[in-house]
């Protein structure tokens, strides 16, 4: 995984990263490499739950999807992302005033792509393991992207 | 699982239901029955992906809270509910014009719930199984609940 | 799922389910249809844990096995199917005289398919649902098998 | 995790591991830390499946069963350890020689405990990652351990 992807790519991946359901939680993409990808978020009350804590559904969706653009890099543009599947355990409360995710790839494939992805709890600027996910994922040609049913 | 819960029971859940990242995601409480959760959310634009498919996160923050909240069900007042961790299933695309979360408690216990949760995505009116998760929650006494690292 | 398949095909899939591993285990097959297949185990002590409770590994390997094998029943003879994944929760204790495994499939597919596994726990005849699965199985085409790395 | 454990909880836990079923299938124990568990198995013909690769329920038996010891490391004697859930993926088809199993402790906790295991496939001496699995467990004196049901 020591290549390395073309700084335009990496442009389009980040911009990419937050559109839709994303923007509307605002992370943000910050660290593109081969097989790697981390993202971030400065926490607000609309992220939290009842008790304050950060809601498991702002982990869980960062770690989605930071580790789907993880392997985006790793197929050619031809080919979008699809999550198959993915599991998260939650280590520990999060609390922060930020979060960031790692996501790296674990296998790479022409279909079939498991990535795990970290979640840190930033506070006070320390880095908490917070929670844990692996997220299988396929590459799907564009044009075969049509799947329904 | 057949005994009744108190509607004043019934209406604190259904409001407590919708607050924090919640609240954001526009989810909102249907059906509550005891060991039973349903919810919907009307999907918008900010719900989608970059494709037009309603984003996965969408989907595993709905999944994960309404199995928390199917858990709420089966505990006295006095407790919290954590998600230890879950496991979501995307079965197919979704890219309806609603979501419904059903919810149900596979096994109770003093400490430990397993919930699991069916997504369907609802296009014109059809429901549609989209997605199913397996969640581990745990039931925390309220004075216990800060459990720091 | 309502077509049926045939009886010869039946015949196969019942005795290619005890080979190697499963047949080391002494899992059997019990009921084959379209999408859905049972498989039992006679417990003796060599399936037991250091406490007398059926071991969780003898409980996930039957959900994994029966899981692939009622993904079996979707795809024609030139199909293989590997497990890509799975996640399994132990519900309750096992500890009876028998375990029953009742696999379906949830999302059939010419590539991923996804199954869920019941075990059962059979005491004094009763049964009780002990774990639960969910397991994303691939068809592979026989002749592209050996995808080694 | 940087204390050390006594010789003779090192040497009462590396005879325990193996027992009933783990014994069945000849799993043994290797290295032993706080917070880390490593086993082997010497695969013969009964590990495979038909294909003539190592079964999978192998990989996940083995990888629930020395996360479970991984976590034994960090208790008392007086408890007990039960897996409440784990995932599984299988990241590369595994054929080789032997298998071993590095499980470490991600979460300690009074009650749950987080463990991953990474399943190494041996052959001809190297070592390829052949599966990764998350394993949630919990810590239950000896004394409460008969929770039937």
């Given at each position: 995984?020591?290549?390395?992807?073309?700084?335009?790519?990496?442009?389009?991946?980040?911009?990419?990263?937050?559109?839709?359901?994303?923007?509307?939680?605002?992370?943000?993409?910050?660290?593109?490499?081969?097989?790697?990808?981390?993202?971030?978020?400065?926490?607000?009350?609309?992220?939290?739950?009842?008790?304050?804590?950060?809601?498991?559904?702002?982990?869980?969706?960062?770690?989605?999807?930071?580790?789907?653009?993880?392997?985006?890099?790793?197929?050619?543009?031809?080919?979008?992302?699809?999550t198959?599947e993915?599991?998260?355990?939650?280590?520990?409360?999060a609390?922060?005033?930020?979060?960031?995710?790692?996501?790296?790839?674990?296998?790479?494939?022409?279909?079939?792509?498991?990535?795990?992805?970290?979640?840190?709890?930033?506070?006070?600027?320390?880095?908490?393991?917070?929670?844990?996910?692996?997220v299988?994922?396929?590459?799907?040609?564009?044009?075969?992207?049509?799947?329904?049913?």
């Amino acid at each position: 995984m020591d290549e390395e992807i073309p700084q335009e790519r990496k442009t389009f991946l980040a911009r990419d990263y937050s559109r839709g359901f994303i923007k509307y939680c605002q992370f943000k993409a910050k660290v593109i490499e081969r097989g790697y990808f981390q993202s971030t978020v400065a926490i607000e009350e609309h992220h939290r739950q009842q008790d304050g804590f950060i809601h498991a559904g702002v982990m869980a969706t960062m770690a989605d999807h930071t580790a789907g653009y993880s392997a985006f890099t790793t197929v050619s543009e031809d080919f979008q992302i699809l999550t198959i599947e993915f599991k998260i355990n939650f280590l520990r409360p999060a609390f922060g005033e930020a979060l960031v995710c790692r996501s790296k790839v674990l296998r790479e494939g022409g279909q079939i792509i498991i990535s795990e992805s970290e979640i840190f709890d930033i506070r006070e600027g320390e880095a908490e393991l917070a929670a844990k996910a692996m997220v299988t994922l396929m590459a799907v040609h564009r044009d075969k992207l049509v799947l329904k049913g």
